[in-house]
């Protein structure tokens, strides 16, 4: 981490920020990399709709989609969400996405052209969204009227123009930084190995395998 700043032996928050934004960066170009191959069945060096759609979830014909499982209704649904979620990354609208397009496909949450499709109106939110909305309806309802409309649920869920790297920065400081100088040394780091593990920010654990010297 220390390598990414001034070498000298300690982690200041802003060394500690901007590893953690280079190993999410990391993590996303290898999970896209890998859906790349996945996806890109015609190796034409862009994926289309329809080979997303038959790779994800198999080859069928108009009208007969999903005739062959269970609970088709709630695999359609989930067919036309991607579906619309493609179009919005989709963004010249020739039905073929370049690799920052299918990047927006998966990662929405990074792109604020695609801050809207996260959660759309008339969508079923997920259970944690349900969960939080009742924990902390009392400061995320920011018009107080009672409820949570869609806008005030996207700025929950996506708060704009916030630096997550920079939150769980913030967070793995705060947490281990013993003696409370403002930076870390490799004492703390590993005094609280389990802290940086369980963290999403070094894609739990995984990243801190990849270079041992950089602690």
């Known amino acids: ?97 370049t690799r920052e397009e299918l990047t927006a496909f998966l990662y929405p949450e990074e792109f604020p052209h695609m801050r809207d499709i996260v959660i759309a109106p008339g969508e079923e939110e997920p259970a944690w969204v349900q969960t939080e909305r009742e924990q902390f309806r009392d400061f995320r309802d920011l018009n107080k009227d009672g409820r949570l409309d869609g806008s005030e649920v ?25 003696d409370k100088d403002g930076r870390l040394s490799k004492a703390e780091i590993l005094g609280n190995w389990n802290m940086f593990v369980g963290s999403q920010a070094t894609n739990y654990g995984e990243d801190l395998t990849r270079h041992h010297d950089e602690l």
């Open 154 to 178: 996207g700025h929950w869920v996506l708060p704009p123009a916030q630096d997550q790297p920079l939150v769980e920065a913030n967070h793995l400081l705060h947490e281990s930084d013993t």
């Open 1 to 97: 981490m220390d390598r990414a700043g001034d070498g000298n032996g300690w982690v200041s928050l802003a060394e500690l920020r901007s590893w953690i934004a280079h190993t999410q960066q990391r993590h996303i170009r290898d999970s896209v990399s890998a859906a790349w191959d996945t996806y890109d069945t015609d190796r034409d060096g862009r994926v289309g709709w329809e080979e997303l759609r038959n790779a994800t979830y198999g080859h069928y014909a108009p009208g007969e989609e999903f005739h062959d499982v269970e609970d088709a209704e709630t695999y359609k649904k989930m067919l036309a969400r991607d579906e619309q979620r493609f179009r919005v990354a989709d963004q010249d609208g020739d039905s073929m996405a």
